[in-house]
């Protein structure tokens, strides 16, 4: 059984995984391990380009075009609103799409979220045209200031990009998930492993965006494959309605009419 | 042929006086899917052929990568 299709900024999508491009082995292991997330958006990225490798750069871009995937380029590595502002200018310029998954980072060493900045270059981007996809802390006030903002989606992080971590504060992330029912919220960055996709899908996230889990798993494809059922069951789960949880057991075969009743304290 | 000094990618380079944005690409390895930014500002294709390389220009080719 399928989850039900959701919708992101108005484009209908039927996988709940957004799929990182970037570190795999090699050009085809990322094709296989895009395909086999089943993922229908792709997240990348632009550099200045270096003359002698623009022959590579070439083949990254045929293969991603060739996945016909929807594009979300990023603002990776800024550390200013002004850096990401420009870099999202130039991202539209380049990949033809008003998405950007919007980064501003405060702090190089677990690359956490500038909130202060991040706000600032959402503000403006909105009012350029843009459809921003923060990646955020998950800071239930940030959430929503980015909310009032006007961004349909945001993308709280479960952990540091990278860290395989898991859902660090699985109570912020519900938190959040009550107090903005009618947003698209997807865990980006920091899931390690499908167990941690389930769990945010079971919180009620519409997604997931990963890269690192599925890129340096040792065998990709398998790993994208696992990704994409576990989103789906979590989705399913959450659709289906988690039962509550009990402080005293419960017995689930019938006591009625049983032959022979043995009274226990 | 008098020649200018631009920084290309960050790089001081040589090119030759009176070349436009058309000439440039034309002559040199840039190619696939890239834009043109030049002084932080973004060049529409529409204006290769009349946007021109002067002294100190910063010339930037921006080009798709993987990303997460």
Known sequence: MQASNWQVYGTELQSRLFIGSALYASPQMMCDAIEASKAQVVTLSLRRQIPTQSSADNQFWRLIQKLDCHLLPNTAGCYSAAEAVNTAMMARELFET??????????????????????????????????????????????????????????????????????????????????????????????????????????????????TAVAEALEPAMMASAFAQSINAGRLAYEAGVMPKRTNAKPSTPTLDQPIWQQHD | MNSITIELNAVETTVNAGMSVHDYIQKSDVGG????????????????????????????????????
């Open chain 2, 33 to 68: 899917r890239f834009i043109i930014v030049m002084n932080d500002q973004i060049i529409p294709k529409s204006d290769y052929a009349t946007a021109m390389l002067n002294e100190g220009d910063k010339f930037d080719v921006m080009s798709p990568i993987s990303g997460g």
């Open chain 1, 98 to 211: 008003d998405w950007i998954k919007l980064e501003v980072l405060g702090d190089s060493y677990n690359l956490q979220p500038d909130p202060f900045a991040l706000v600032e270059a959402t503000k403006t981007l909105i009012s350029e045209g843009f459809k921003v996809f923060p990646y955020c802390t998950d800071d239930l006030v940030v959430c929503q200031k980015l909310a009032d903002l006007g961004c349909e989606v945001l993308m709280p992080w479960g952990a540091p990009i990278g860290t395989g971590q898991g859902l660090i504060n699985p109570y912020a992330l519900e938190t959040i998930r009550k107090r903005l029912p009618d947003l698209t919220l997807l865990v980006d960055a920091g899931i390690g492993k499908p167990s941690d996709a389930v769990q945010a899908m079971e919180l009620g996230y519409d997604g997931i965006l990963l890269n």
